[in-house]
């Protein structure tokens, strides 16, 4: 019994070592759609991290045609089971392409924010932007939510994370999900915004500008 007892504990103490660390919540963009996965943006970010941090896991959690109401609803349980320190938020083009709200959006934007803090993680959020074939209006307005999400909850955002990919061509057949050779300056934008807030442990995070 007390063998089983110290085997209990220490299984315990494993898992909690391997807490922490990075979840991504995002949609086909971050799941790879259409390319290996392991050339996708999260699993370059993952090699650097690697070589960066210690003890700093990255979790891909990312489903393609997932919906901000679709990932909102699935944020905590995925905090329950990983305890990530940070948690990158990607997701809204599917709600853009189906036409849905940008207010019921930018309020699941918003909650998924807020859970995550309250699980003692650090958000970000990468924007989006879709066609204007939707319409100035529509098209505006779902811009625009992202930026008021990010002023209101004080959030770091990168404005709209296919920046440059259009203009460089890197996009496949579909028109919609960048190929290959985008992933690394998605990457590129992804590190942009997490440098301010990774751990002390990845060398240039905020835990150097504390001491």
């Given at each position: ?42 699993a ?51 709600d ?81 999900h ?7 300056l ?26």
């Amino acid at each position: 019994m007390i063998r089983l007892l110290v085997v209990t504990v220490l299984a315990m103490a494993s898992l909690s070592v391997q807490a922490g660390g990075l979840l991504v919540l995002g949609d086909s963009i971050s799941a790879a759609y259409g390319i290996e996965k392991s050339a996708g943006w999260v699993a370059l970010l993952e090699k650097e991290l690697e070589q960066r941090c210690r003890d700093f896991p990255v979790i891909n959690a990312s489903v393609s045609g997932e919906t901000t109401a679709g990932g909102n609803s699935r944020l905590e349980a995925l905090l329950d089971t990983h305890s990530p320190d940070i948690v990158i938020i990607e997701l809204g083009g599917n709600d853009g392409l189906r036409g849905l709200s940008p207010v019921a959006m930018a309020n699941n934007l918003t909650q998924m924010i807020e859970k995550s803090r309250a699980a003692n993680a650090t958000p970000v959020l990468l924007g989006m932007r879709i066609p204007p074939n939707y319409g100035q209006q529509y098209t505006r307005l779902f811009e625009q939510q992202f930026r008021q999400v990010s002023d209101d909850k004080q959030v770091p955002l990168f404005p709209f994370f296919l920046e440059g990919v259009v203009e460089q061509g890197w996009l496949q057949k579909d028109g919609i999900h960048p190929t290959e050779e985008a992933q690394p300056l998605l990457k590129r934008h992804a590190v942009s915004v997490l440098e301010p807030v990774l751990p002390a442990q990845c060398g240039n995070g905020k835990g150097d500008e504390d001491v």
